[in-house]
């Protein structure tokens, strides 16, 4: 069980680095177009692909960091009741928190998948782009987020079998 954590605790940081360098690089993009969209709409012809190219720089960035996010345990949660709890219901209710959380994601694979599967032959209309690869964002998101939920899960049980070693 050990070496199984060891792996999770590895993909999941492995997994966040990538995510984050990601996150980076499309805010910076997302700047960079939005930032010379203004100057040429100023000083030259507007740019016909800019908006386009930002909404799904945007869209990107929402899932990417979304991921980002869980992993750092950044999104809202109401945690005060639990920790009132003694430490053997606290981790069946965090437990069953996983394990919702765990058919959230994967019913939104398969339905991302499901809507990827329906835009495979249609292109965004200023820049061509096929628009697969806008939508492949979403399975792939929620993906590493189920990895990030295998580490925390392993982390739940673990911690008290080594609490009560």
Do not use: N
Not at 22 to 43: C, D, E, G, H, Y
């Amino acid at each position: 069980m050990s070496y199984i954590s060891r792996y999770l605790e590895a993909l999941s940081r492995s997994l966040d680095t990538v995510f984050r360098g990601a996150l980076f690089v499309t805010l910076v993009s997302m700047i960079l177009v939005i930032t010379a969209q203004i100057i040429f709409r100023i000083f030259f012809t507007a740019l016909s692909w800019s908006e386009e190219l930002s909404r799904y720089l945007l869209v990107w960035s929402s899932f990417i960091g979304a991921a980002v996010a869980y992993k750092k345990g950044a999104h809202i949660a109401v945690t005060f009741a639990v920790d009132f709890l003694p430490p053997g219901m606290k981790k069946g209710v965090q437990t069953l928190s996983c394990f919702l959380m765990a058919v959230f994601f994967c019913v939104t694979i398969w339905y991302s998948i499901l809507v990827f599967k329906m835009q495979v032959f249609q292109v965004s209309p200023a820049m061509g782009l096929k628009m697969r690869y806008i939508y492949m964002i979403i399975p792939v998101s929620f993906s590493v987020m189920c990895v990030h939920l295998l580490h925390q899960l392993s982390q739940i049980w673990l911690t008290e079998d080594r609490e009560g070693k």
